[in-house]
């Protein structure tokens, strides 16, 4: 069959299951399961004889869609908080994991921009960190303590105004999406650029080692997490730039929610990010290199797992349990 042909058969169902989807006009969960397979055999068709098409694209959105709301409507966990990070949120990740991918691609290349810039030109780190953070940096490394600065304040009042703050430019970075997308950018721009500014100003000094084992300890989570907030800030700039069949308003408010879910998901890493640099990160220089990896391997693995690997388990799991229920 001819595409053409394939979508002019096929268009009209689409079109209404689509309605029947944002207006929940279904009378059940189970209704709304076989519709759904009925999408998905469609778009394994369309992935098998019209790989290049968009169609797929759009029939990809509307099964994830669909995904969604037969698992909200089933209440497949008595616990709802337990079900949101646990299933919703995976759901969600696994449904705009393309953005996640552009996010991570844009803030390495800011990474790697602001290394390269601080290699090129002495004056770069001082510009990107300002004078005072530089001199500091500098004189702890004289001293033999080139993160001392993690070290300063109470235990608490670092703990609770490092998580204040990154979870501020987690907002931001999601809120800033509104502008298209650029404002998410921008965001990652300027961390990324700082961030590697900030790597290369220790390797210069020789003491790239010891900046890692300690800044690492709470700074795989938190990068990570801001990350993730850039993902849900692209989500709705693209709400706003390509409503696909969607009016712009509608495309809006589905990428609204669907981002706030995200970065609402990011607050109890943020938090954990908080705990380590407040808690643990100021003893980092007493403690052995084998604990200090250890910590770092273990939140960047957990972070990893949930954001990276655990959608694909969650969608795989979902969808199995989607054709037996329907069968």
Known sequence: MREVAFIKQNKEKWLNFEKAIFNQRFKNPDELATLYIHIVNDLSYAQTYYPKSKVIAYLNQLAARAFQKIYKTRRQETNRFLYFFRTEIPMVVYQYRRYFAYAF?????????????????????????GDHYVNMTLENIENGDPVAVYKSGSNWGSFVGITINNIYVGIRAFVYGIFGGLGTGWILLHNGIMLGAFQYMFQAEGVLWESVRGIWIHGAMEIFAIVVTGAAGLILG????FPATYSRSVSFKMAFKDGVKILISTFPFFVCAGFLEGFVTRYSGAMPNSLSVAIILVTLGIITFYYIFYP????KKMTLHTYDSTL
């Open 312 to 315: 694909y388990i969650v969608n």
């Open 105 to 129: 691609i844009l803030f390495f290349a800011f990474v790697a921009i602001g290394a390269v810039s601080a290699a090129y030109d002495d004056t770069f780190v001082r510009l990107i960190l």
């Open 238 to 241: 693209a709400g706003i730039l």
